[in-house]
């Protein structure tokens, strides 16, 4: 299957550093698939055609992943860590990494049956999974061939030690929908949401309640907001309908009973908690200064 990758790679000067790097870029994207609203789980993989001594998928559970997957049901409570993370130590990350490599998790390339049957009954689980990362690392597997050598502080020359490590970005959209969604329509994260508001009027030629969206907008965009304004000429219903299938995290829904009693309602998208509020309370609620 066919997917953009983003692609990045270390280069160390020995097997340590090569180690370390892996380390980070592993602890790294933890963070990131979190920060998108995704519960990744680092997974044993193969190689490959990459080839090296070591390598993580990065696998979102999902019925419509491509691949089976087997892990300990422990990665679902395990905690991410945060933004304190020091990345300069690494002894800090490499205990990171131990407490998400110990439980077990494997791909079906490299699922051991033996390894499986030590895991407690009432805690395996075996599902399909979405591949979104895969991190390698490959130490001197190119480097010697190519005589790719680097002088070091000792002064003598060493070949260079190194990982690869790339993200889907085009998988990712579809990794994420699926891991956040109702019957209803996509629900996005707030990290990746193609916008962050959408400005819904409701009686679109109603000169006050145009007269109000078109300040809210101006209003939100001034203050950094990215805006979806759905000014079109349908229905109620299917504005609702369609506001929830693109599944901003914010709706603002302005009418004309609302407007004449100086107010807007505020929904948001995954909790479906709807608020009404005086016009000034909602612009405050959505981050405008007063």
Request: hydrophobic share 40%; proline share 4%; aromatic share 8%.
């Amino acid at each position: 299957r066919e997917f953009l990758m983003k692609d990045a790679y270390s280069f160390d000067l020995d097997f340590e550093g090569a180690r370390a790097a892996y380390n980070r870029m592993f602890v790294s994207y933890l963070r990131t698939f979190t920060r998108m609203g995704l519960q990744a789980i680092p997974m044993r993989a193969d190689t490959g055609p990459i080839g090296g001594d070591l390598s993580h998928e990065f696998i979102i559970l999902a019925e419509t992943g491509e691949s089976q997957v087997f892990c300990d049901r422990a990665y679902l409570s395990l905690d991410v860590p945060g933004a304190n993370t020091n990345f300069s130590d690494d002894a800090e990350i490499g205990g990171i990494v131990t407490k998400w490599t110990t439980p077990y998790a494997a791909t079906d390339e490299m699922h051991d049956e033996a390894a499986w049957e030590k895991v407690a009954e009432g805690d395996r689980l075996s599902a399909r999974g979405i591949e979104v990362g895969h991190i390698f690392h490959f130490g001197e597997k190119y480097s010697k061939p190519m005589n790719a050598k680097v002088t070091g502080p000792d002064g003598k020359d060493h070949y260079a030690s190194g990982g690869s490590y790339g993200i889907g970005p085009s998988r990712l959209v579809a990794a994420i929908i699926e891991a956040s969604h109702d019957e209803n329509g996509i629900i996005w994260p707030e990290a990746v949401a193609p916008f962050d508001i959408g400005l819904i009027n409701m009686k679109v030629g109603d000169a006050e309640c145009d007269r109000v969206c078109d300040e809210l907008y101006a209003a939100l965009t001034s203050a950094g907001k990215d805006v979806l304004y759905d000014d079109t000429d349908q229905r109620p219903g299917g504005k609702f309908a369609t506001a929830d299938l693109i599944g901003l995290p914010w709706q603002v829904i302005v009418g004309p009973r609302g407007v004449a009693a100086g107010e807007g309602e505020i929904k948001n998208r995954k909790s479906g908690e709807r608020e009404t509020l005086p016009i000034a309370e909602a612009k405050k609620r959505l981050g405008i200064a007063a």
